[in-house]
């Protein structure tokens, strides 16, 4: 039996998602931006499918731009909202611990003469909500803060930054990469004070390579991809849609937070109750985060040996972001953790359809694994 504990990563699709896949690509495959029947159909189609978006975000349709997914949608946000705001100043706030398409982002920005300050988060992995405020100044022009951590599941201020910019009179955008945070917490693009908002498919239980961008009415972004000016000019190309409606199919079919929040907190309670009476495994989270999310490290033994002897017994976890999977984690070193517990690091990641029993698998698996290791090392094999 599989034990799929790798959420964070990606999701498993829900069957009416890829039904919905399916029926767009065979029955209403026409181009959306075609003037004949079957291109008018195909509009409707993706109009809904922006409505279905928007609805969950709080947003209007118009504010939707669909992506090939989360990366494309922050290069989108980062880039195209500081490219249009130079004028009024070259200055980017974001955080040590965002994710690489925001950081790879704004390192290309700063070879383009943008100042980029990065925050460092706490031993807890949050975000000083002073230091936020004091690091915003006139020509601040963008601020990138993700709404939850894809690594540790700590909830940064996105309303402390909203706010801060508001104070401080700065010409700033705020864009929140609300991936992880997507149909897991409750909350509206309004509700956060957000400009830009980024979210992805695959995350929510829909397919792979389709994301969105939240663009606030009134907002200027510059492009980075030219065409035929699909997606308000924003996102040319012409647009996925059996991609696009199964992500919607699976946004509408995903409960409120409110009423998944509660298992997912009873799962990490199980997770940490066992955690305890396993010795040398420490837990690098913040209890106050985003419960799908338990980051663990098996100290003393590396991170890619324990994921191959969990998958070995049908157990799957990550070492961390599936994006940077061959580095140590960033966002545990920016957290001052010493080396050896970043290098043994375990992100265990839950959706709505995960149960007690993965988690006593995954336990069982860590006991083994350390019996295993301790047993090695007794006879001189490691």
Known sequence: MEHYL?????????????????????????????????????????????EAIARRLGAGPEEIIFTGGGTEANNLAVLGAARARKRMGRHIVTTQIEHDSVLNACKELEGEGFKVTYLAPDPNGNID???????????????SIMLCNNETGAILPVQAAARAIKRKKAPALLHTD??????????????????????????????????????????????????????RGLRS???????????????????KAS???????SLRELLLRELAGLSGVEVNLPMDGLPYIVNLSAVGVRAETMLHF??????????????????PSHVLEAMGLPRERVGSAIRVSFSRFSTGEDVYALIEGLRAGLESLERERHNGEV
């Open 237 to 255: 190309g012409t647009e996925s849609l059996p991609l696009i409606c199964a992500f919607a199919k699976a946004v509408e079919l995903a409960p």
């Open 129 to 143: 909500i002073g230091e936020l405020e004091s690091a915003i100044g006139p020509e601040t022009v963008l601020v």
């Open 310 to 327: 969990l998958a070995q017994r049908g157990v799957y976890v990550s070492s961390g972001s599936a994006c940077g999977r061959a580095s």
């Open 259 to 265: 009423e998944t929040l509660e298992k997912a907190d």
């Open 178 to 231: 609300c991936v992880q945070a997507f149909c897991k917490l409750d909350f509206t693009v309004k509700s956060l004070g957000a400009d830009l908002c980024t979210v992805s498919g695959h995350k929510v239980h829909g397919p792979k390579g389709v994301g969105a961008l939240y663009v606030k009415k009134g907002a200027r972004v510059l492009p980075i991809v030219y065409g035929g000016g699909q997606e």
């Open 6 to 50: 790798d959420n964070s990563a990606t999701t498993r699709v829900l069957p009416e998602a890829a039904e919905e896949a399916l029926r767009l690509m065979t029955g209403c495959y026409g181009n959306p931006s075609s003037l004949h029947t079957l291109g008018f159909q195909a509009k409707k189609e993706l109009d809904r499918a922006r």
